[in-house]
């Protein structure tokens, strides 16, 4: 009976095995695993390891959790300033959750195409609103923020996350190019010669300003100049009546003095021509000033 058993046991143990195989399932590092019964998902695994399911009703399908890249083919815009523009941009994001996208989607290349529809739309949405100009200037970072964030909002009900945003070109048509960076040139020289315009205006302005204050108070130097000279003038008027009335002699002989030293002093280009028994020499003639 031992042996007729034999066969049986050894049946029914690969029988187990196959049930068991069939049962378990390994959830690598890279991917997120979304058990389905009868195709709609019961359950999700996100970490890496050993996992089960029923056998024969249950099936899984594996997603991609690593981040990925969303590239477009070139599209043609229309900026507000209807211009046209060649705008090559990319995406980088990740399946953060796996039930939702798969519920939404079914499966990675419907859910890439999908997003691919919606960033193709975002893209022109955002760069239609502005001009050529501030695409290919320093404005395209915030151009690249917003296209992000309404990428990112228009992608989480599919449980995606969108990692960054870039535009990687954006050019003219070759036909548009010379004439779009010509009247660019053009602008930025007008706005030039309106700011040197109304810098010069500004310089006139506060030219005039100085020289006017520096006038004032020239004008009040010199007043109090003539105050102070004129209150000098007095008080040395008032010392020579005094002297004059102390010593009329004297000072008559100090007055005449300063008259010798200022009329002959060396240097002088004036030449004075006097008599020598005349008023000015009196001095000269005699020490007691008589002729």
């Known amino acids: 009976m031992g042996r007729a058993a034999l066969p049986l046991i050894i049946f029914g143990a690969f029988v187990a095995f196959l049930i068991i195989s069939s049962a378990a399932f390994i959830v690598p590092e890279t991917h997120s695993a979304i058990v389905l019964r009868f195709g709609e998902p019961k359950a999700q695994y996100t970490e890496a390891g050993l996992r089960f399911k029923m056998p024969l009703a249950e099936s899984v399908t594996f997603i991609d959790r690593r981040n990925r890249e969303l590239d477009q083919e070139e599209i043609e815009i229309i900026a507000s300033d209807q211009e046209r523009l060649r705008v090559d941009a990319f995406a980088r994001y990740r399946i953060a959750d796996p039930q939702r996208f798969y519920e939404r989607a079914r499966s990675e290349e419907s859910g890439e195409s999908t997003l691919s529809s919606i960033m193709n739309q975002t893209v022109r949405r955002v760069l239609g609103e502005v001009s050529v100009e501030d695409i290919v200037s320093n404005e395209r970072s915030a151009l690249m923020l917003r296209i992000k964030e309404l990428l990112g909002e228009s992608a989480e009900p599919f449980g995606v996350e969108i990692v960054d945003v870039k535009i990687r070109r954006a050019d003219l048509p070759p036909q548009n190019s010379v004439a779009v960076f010509q009247r660019m040139v053009t602008e930025r020289n007008q706005i030039a010669a309106r700011i040197r315009a109304e810098g010069g205006e500004q310089a006139l302005q506060v ?78 003639n005699s020490l007691e000033g008589k002729r």
């Not at 006038?215 to 005094?242: H, L, M, P, Q």
């Open 207 to 284: 030219r005039a300003q100085a020289e006017r204050e520096a006038t004032e108070i020239r004008a009040e130097a010199n007043e109090e100049s003539e105050k102070i000279r004129g209150r000098a003038d007095a008080e040395r008027n008032a010392v020579f009546a005094e002297a004059y009335g102390a010593d009329p002699e004297f000072f008559a002989f100090y007055r005449s003095l300063l008259a010798y030293e200022k009329a002959l002093r060396d240097g002088g280009d004036t030449t004075i021509l006097l008599s020598p028994d005349s008023e000015f020499f009196r001095y000269f």
